[in-house]
């Protein structure tokens, strides 16, 4: 049995508020049985000036104050001693005067009087004090202050200039933002909006967006077959070279031509350095440094590898990538189709063979049925998926569908950032996909090795992005 | 605040009562005034006994009565209790007034529906005009991102659920996460952060999601697969290979031809090479939407031919759907729902319980938006779009049928899943997370499960399941 049972009211002004005490064990942290339960009401338990003197009925905040008070009133000796001296002072708890608080319970009281005081204020109070930075509004005092002091001090900044308090929130906004966006268009130069900050250089906009690595098989063979209008890709890659970051170039090339056991997606990842030098000049290098790192996250293959290599000649590098501008298909189309498939990137494509017999794989069953389900060949876990898709017509579904789970199946790095919230629209009407699997007005045709060497063979690099042909 | 003491009756203050018809209210007036201070009706709470009228009990047990009144066709009684709320609920009072005033216009939709008065129908069609501007937001993504941070409601569910999510799939290499949510994969982006920040390399991650619920709010101006591409993009540059996925699937079957593809994919994948997967079913207020038993069976093509039964029969898509996870064998099934009773056929005690719960976000509101705010009109028609779907619509078309926690508990356990308490690392991320918006948002740990209370009362909760 705990608790003496004792409670003692204190303010004579407002009524007590009369509890027993309970008598069973006290929770652990709550008070100390033996203490003497205090209840006040709101208003004394709230009053400011809680020390009166006896006297001339002056009220103190504290009883020190109080006592220097007194003496000042010539009080015979005796009557100096207040009577509260002569008893041991017993431990006070108080008990929260709301009723339907936990607290109001003397198994629950709170052992402190600026404790329970607080309490009060801050679960039944009135928030009077309001942080200046954010919505944050609070009844003590005390809280308010302690919260102003780091409230804005830990900020994370977008770089669309939004401004968040909270780590989440900023994260959830930072993955949809088009700050984040307008960073991934590095790889996809053409697909500028009316981004202020950007100004694209004009060259990049010879490239088609959404480039799709399809790999050195086609690079290789066909580097030097390729034309491209000469001025705009040169003054692109002349950017390149001009950049701030001139460790990026040389891994550029290297990749490509590099050693033949670089992987896939070692080579693919490295093309797109291309057009991502460009926009170092407009976008922090930090943020390229990550996105280049990611980009080789997945691969063997890492900076220092890459960097390893020789250099290539300009001309070399030029034709490359007027070779591998052409060779970018646009799988913006994606967003057209009511089924989807996207994936970041895979490595699990790590040799020519299984792509051309997954690519026919892909193709057959995709022609067969949009709704079936596709495996990829042993050696690649990636399953396509398609629902039943009634968004968009059959045929324009098909060709885009196809073509991009092709790209899919080629690119071991899949469009990255290839699909933007705006489009190009003009390569969407382009035509670029559709002729890149001879799909477009020709539906039934198979994907095979032809199509592909003819697809890698085509070179022409044009300013305006004239369709691909293909024989 | 009784306007019945005087003839003609004070005019009403919306447009949409402009049709008010006099002969009905002169009536109610002209009753007062003869016989003064008696019940118009039985039954009507006499104002003495209430209090004001503003008393947010009042207001219950007139919307209460008016439900009555609609559900056994009467008319008169209805347009008169109709009448009295909307006088005393204006839809820019306080929280208590405009919570009334949803339900008042929701009352007023179901009653137009029945087809029995007329005048209610012209009534609903005029409260109709200013619906439409309202209810059809399309947010865009970075509106809905912010949107789904305003207070907790959400944010609470992602954070456990992710906690729970990153301790579940340690060691794999492969995740794949089903995310069957409502909110548009705004969970997503913390996800991925907290993947990436993990001590083992990051692992692949397989985004499945089931295609956009089209008609319920929030709606998203964006095609998925331009938000796939995003978050992709996103986790990327975190440095995770992520696929994404659609499967055309909604909840009105129970989600069947995404559990089919599911479980097509484990066949394949596990004939496979490939390392060990993951599997994560992420639930956030979507289950709900799923049909229960007391959707009354349909007898078309759509239900399975052997319960031709009554709606009391087996059929629910939902138990259908539990059981179907468990067949998938996941890693964790995450459920994070509204913690309240929709599930009454009786239109009644609905609406109590959706009074008795929609306060709630109506209060919250206060605490973060200012009056006149677009976010707060978008938030506000957001929760009326709840309160009309429980109270005016009825059979499939009425998706908000929420259950409590202790039913959803019932029915894993059904399912044959265990439930398995949150870890110290999700109480103490959650915790510190509500800290940081406004006071009356609180914690509490029910059994193994996390409930989000605001100013002590129940708003959501959280569980975690294993098979068992």
């Known amino acids: 049995m705990s608790g003496n049972g004792l409670f003692s009211v204190r303010d004579p002004v407002q009524e007590p508020k009369a509890n027993p005490i309970n008598k069973r064990r006290n929770l652990p942290g709550t008070p100390d049985p033996d203490a003497e339960v205090v209840a006040l009401s709101p208003k004394s338990l709230m009053a400011t000036h809680r020390f009166v003197c006896d006297i001339c009925k002056k009220g103190f905040q504290r009883d020190q104050n109080l006592q220097l008070h007194r003496r000042g009133h010539n009080l015979p000796w005796k009557l100096k001693r207040r009577t509260k001296d002569r008893e041991q002072p017993r431990k006070r708890v108080y008990i929260c005067p709301e009723t339907t608080c936990v607290h109001h319970d003397p198994s629950r009281a709170l052992g402190d009087l600026t404790g329970v005081k607080k309490h009060y204020s801050r679960k039944h109070g009135e928030k009077k004090w309001k942080c200046e930075r954010c919505t944050k509004k609070y009844a003590v005092k005390s809280d308010w202050k302690a919260h102003s002091k780091i409230c804005g001090t830990r900020e994370y900044k977008c770089d669309c200039g939004t401004v968040f308090s909270r780590k989440d929130s900023f994260i959830t906004h930072r993955a949809f933002c088009d700050a984040l966006a307008e960073e991934s268009t590095k790889f996809n130069p053409s697909n500028f909006r009316n981004e202020p900050t950007l100004a694209p250089p004009p060259s990049a906009a010879t490239i088609p967006d959404n480039f799709r690595i399809l790999g050195p098989e086609f690079a290789i063979p066909h580097l030097n077959s390729c034309g491209f209008s000469g001025s705009s890709s040169s003054a692109f890659l002349a950017s390149v070279f001009g950049s701030d970051r001139p460790e990026f170039v040389p891994t550029v090339p290297m990749s490509i031509f590099g050693s033949p056991s670089a992987s896939f997606l070692g080579s693919g990842a490295s093309v797109l350095e291309l057009p991502q030098c460009v926009k170092e000049e407009e976008e922090s290098k930090s943020s390229i440094s990550d996105a280049v790192s990611s980009l080789y996250g997945s691969s063997d293959q890492n900076h220092p590898q890459q960097q390893s290599q020789g250099l290539m000649s300009a001309t070399a590098l030029l034709q490359k990538a007027a070779m591998l501008g052409a060779t970018m298909a646009n799988p913006p189309l994606l967003n057209d189709m009511g089924l989807g498939l996207m994936n970041s990137s895979s490595s699990y494509f790590h040799n020519h063979t299984n792509f051309c017999s997954l690519s026919q794989n892909l193709n057959e069953s995709l022609l067969s049925s949009l709704s079936s389900t596709v495996t990829c060949s042993p050696g690649g876990d990636r399953v396509l998926v398609f629902g039943d898709s009634d968004s968009s017509s059959p045929t324009a579904d098909t060709e885009n569908t196809l073509s991009n789970m092709v790209m899919q199946a080629n690119g071991n790095v899949s469009r990255p950032r290839v699909v933007q919230g705006k489009l190009n629209h003009a390569l969407v009407e382009g035509n670029l996909t559709r002729d890149f699997l001879g799909v477009g007005g020709k539906p039934r045709t198979h994907v095979n090795q032809q199509g592909l060497a003819d697809f890698a063979s085509l070179g022409s690099l044009s300013a305006d992005l004239s369709p691909v042909q293909f024989t | ?468």
């Open chain 2, 1 to 468: 605040m009784m306007q019945f003491t005087e003839i003609p009756p004070p005019q009403p203050q919306t447009p949409s009562f402009h049709q008010s018809p006099p002969p009905f209210f002169s009536s109610l007036s002209m009753n007062k005034n003869q016989v003064h201070r008696t019940r118009p009706w039985p039954g009507f709470p006499m104002p003495k006994s209430l209090g004001s009228l503003g008393d947010a009990n009042c207001m219950e047990q007139l919307l209460v009565h008016c439900a009555n009144a609609i559900e056994t066709n009467d008319a008169t009684l209805a347009q008169q209790i109709l009448w009295v709320l909307n006088n005393i609920a204006p839809a820019d009072g306080d929280s208590n007034q405009r919570l009334t005033c949803g339900f008042l216009r929701a009352l007023i939709a179901r009653a137009a529906k029945s087809g029995t008065c007329k005048m209610l129908a012209a009534m609903a069609n005029a409260q109709n005009y200013d619906n439409l501007c309202n209810e059809t937001h399309k947010f865009s993504i970075i509106e809905l991102a912010n949107f789904v941070d305003l207070t907790p409601w959400h944010r609470f569910g992602f954070t456990a659920a992710n906690a729970t999510i990153i301790e579940a799939v340690e060691g794999y290499s492969v995740v794949h996460i089903v995310d069957l949510s409502t909110t548009h994969c705004m969970q997503i982006p913390t996800l991925i952060d907290a993947i990436a920040n993990r001590l083992e390399g990051p692992p692949l991650v397989k985004l499945t999601v089931a295609g956009a619920v089209e008609d319920a709010p929030p709606m998203l101006d964006l095609s998925y697969e331009e938000l796939g591409s995003k978050l992709v993009s996103f986790a990327r540059s975190r440095n995770i290979h992520m696929e994404f996925q659609i499967i055309s699937s909604s909840y009105a079957d129970g989600f069947s031809s995404l559990i089919e593809q599911l479980r097509m994919q484990k066949l394949m994948y596990s004939g496979g090479v490939g390392e060990p997967e993951a599997l994560v079913i992420n639930c956030h207020m979507m289950l709900h939407f799923v049909p229960d038993e007391t959707v009354p069976l349909i007898s078309d093509s759509e239900a399975n031919p052997n319960y031709l039964f009554e709606s009391s029969s087996v059929y629910s898509p939902r138990s259908t759907l539990l059981k179907a996870l468990r067949c998938l064998d996941p890693n964790v099934v995450i459920i994070v729902d509204e913690d309240a009773d929709f599930t009454s056929n009786n239109v009644a005690s609905r609406l109590r319980s959706a009074f008795n719960y929609l306060w709630i976000p109506y209060d919250t509101v206060d605490t973060f938006l200012p009056r006149g705010s677009k976010q707060r009109q978008w938030y506000e028609s957001y929760i009326y779009w709840k309160i009309q779907n429980i109270i005016a619509q009825e059979g499939l078309q009425r998706i908000e049928r929420l259950e409590p926690k202790s039913r959803w508990v019932q029915r894993m356990r059904n399912a044959d899943f265990r439930a398995v308490p949150f870890g110290e690392d999700a109480v103490s991320e959650v915790k510190a997370m509500l800290d940081e918006h406004a006071a009356g948002w609180g914690l509490k740990k029910e059994d193994d499960d996390l409930v989000l209370t605001w100013k002590g009362h129940n708003v959501a909760f959280a569980a975690a399941w294993l098979p068992a």
